[in-house]
């Protein structure tokens, strides 16, 4: 989403595939990522308006969740919420072996400030082992810019002595998913492509297309 203009209002849908009403609500979480990608969340404030904020979905049917951005329009940064459509428990029959199981599913959502564009700088190489035994390159990427960047928008050269590879985007976004890099921040990816033997050092070079 965008901070201004049409891009400043989005839709989450919710279908209901199951075989009774589903009442479910909207709560909202602002996020940021740490360099593993885990995310530390607090409590968003007025920044969006949810319409509707709670639904009771019959069964088979889809509702819409409409996004509004309420918050400042010149934005100077990127920032990042996650939207989590919770399942609003339901009063039970009241015997002792009734088991009630909720689920809560998050959506992220990143809203760009007017103007500027993202960058991703390789800032640094190294090998990860995983637990059998198998090497495999990793990548930290810094993003200098006030927009968030996503990473699998690149294409990553890996090459170890004569050794070379070369990961499309879309093999990046098939094993790190959305790999969202906020600004300022920086995030460490393993790349999906194993090492030949006795590879002791990588070198990674980026190139990075928001257009992907």
């Known amino acids: ?9 989005g839709v989450i849908t919710v279908v209901n595939d199951s075989e009774v009403p589903l009442p479910v609500e909207i709560v909202i979480k602002r996020a940021n990522l740490d360099p593993r990608g885990v995310p530390h969340l607090s409590n968003a404030g007025d920044e969006f308006l949810v ?3 709670q639904a009771l979905i019959p069964p088979g049917a889809t509702q819409n969740f409409r996004l509004q951005w309420l918050g400042e329009p010149l934005l100077e940064k990127s920032e990042s919420f996650f ?7 339901i009063k039970l029959s009241g015997s002792r072996h009734d088991v009630q199981l909720v689920f809560s599913v998050g959506v992220m959502v990143n809203v760009a400030p007017p103007r500027g564009q993202p ?5 640094g190489n ?3 082992t995983d637990k059998g035994g198998r090497h495999y390159p990793a990548i930290t990427v810094e993003n200098p810019t006030n ?4 990473f699998p928008q690149s294409v990553v050269q890996v090459s170890s002595g ?16 959305i790999g969202l890099v906020q600004p300022g921040h920086r995030r460490r990816f393993v790349l999906p492509v ?8 990588v070198q990674c070079r980026l190139q990075f297309d928001p257009r992907r």
Do not use: D
């Open 51 to 53: 319409m509707p904020p």
């Open 147 to 150: 927009v968030h960047a996503l």
């Open 119 to 123: 960058a991703l700088n390789v800032v």
């Open 162 to 177: 004569s050794w070379s590879e070369t990961i499309s985007s879309g093999e990046l976004a098939q094993f790190i998913g």
């Open 126 to 128: 190294s090998i990860v």
């Open 1 to 9: 989403m965008s901070s201004t203009g049409r891009l400043s209002r």
């Open 83 to 89: 939207f989590y459509v919770n399942q609003i428990p």
């Open 194 to 201: 194993p090492l030949p033997p006795g590879a002791t050092s």
